[in-house]
T-cell receptor
Framework: GQNIDQPTEMTATEGAIVQINCTYQ??????LFWYQQHAGEAPTFLSY????GLEEKGRFSSFLSRSKGYSYLLLKELQMKDSASYLC??????????????FGRGTQLTVWP | KAGVTQTPRYLIKTRGQQVTLSCSPI?????VSWYQQTPGQGLQFLFE???????NKGNFPGRFSGRQFSNSRSEMNVSTLELGDSALYLC????????????FGQGTRLTVV
């Protein structure tokens, strides 16, 4: 089966840095996604990693280690609006990156003033 | 450019009934995937369609079915509804399955009573 694990909840203070970890065991691997989902809203794309290493995009960075089945999302200079659920998802199928994604249950991040 | 449109947004049905949900992808997008989101299980993959063909199907009973039309619009149908089918049903579209960014609709909140 497919197994994607991430912490259920995290809290942090405005202006701080937080790292959300994700470990995975899947039948195949064709990339790892991070999505942000605010309560009552649709998930929105944050990042995609297919090769090992760090991808930086503004205040958000995502890291992947394929050999360890591990990724993390790093959020810097936290703002209140970053309070949301962060979803880790793995694409197992070559040639079909977005066709079928396996999601973790999400990490609910609360940012305090 | 309009986003992914899902209709209806909210739906209440009774056990044993059937329901049809609709998803209109972003113009020009030919790939549509469906997911079920519940508090207990998170986001779970239901179907993937591309150019009117079902490419992948998740681990759901046969009561769940779907299709895609020539204009890329997609529908999913759930027959003989059960209480456990209560969930947020999300549709995601992308230009093609190999693309790395999917856009999610707001979802249809189905409540089975």
């Amino acid at each position: 089966g497919q197994n994607i694990d991430q912490p259920t909840e995290m809290t942090a203070t405005e202006g701080a840095i937080v790292q959300i970890n994700c470990t995975y065991q899947t039948s195949g691997f064709n990339g790892l996604f991070w999505y942000q989902q605010h309560a009552g809203e649709a998930p929105t794309f944050l990042s995609y990693n297919v090769l090992d290493g760090l991808e930086e995009k503004g205040r958000f960075s995502s890291f992947l280690s394929r050999s360890k089945g591990y990724s993390y999302l790093l959020l810097k200079e936290l703002q209140m609006k970053d309070s949301a659920s962060y979803l880790c998802a793995v694409s197992p199928d070559r040639g079909s990156t977005l066709g079928r994604l396996y999601f973790g249950r999400g990490t609910q991040l609360t940012v305090w003033p | 450019k309009a986003g992914v449109t899902q209709t209806p947004r909210y739906l209440i049905k009774t056990r044993g009934q059937q329901v049809t949900l609709s998803c209109s992808p972003i113009s020009g997008h030919r790939s549509v995937s469906w997911y079920q989101q519940t508090p207990g299980q998170g986001l779970q993959f239901l179907f993937e369609y591309f150019s009117e063909t079902q490419r992948n199907k998740g681990n759901f009973p046969g009561r769940f079915s779907g299709r895609q039309f020539s204009n890329s619009r997609s529908e999913m149908n759930v027959s003989t509804l059960e209480l456990g089918d209560s969930a947020l049903y999300l549709c995601a579209s992308s230009p093609d399955p190999a693309n790395t960014e999917a856009f999610f609709g707001q979802g249809t909140r189905l409540t089975v009573v």
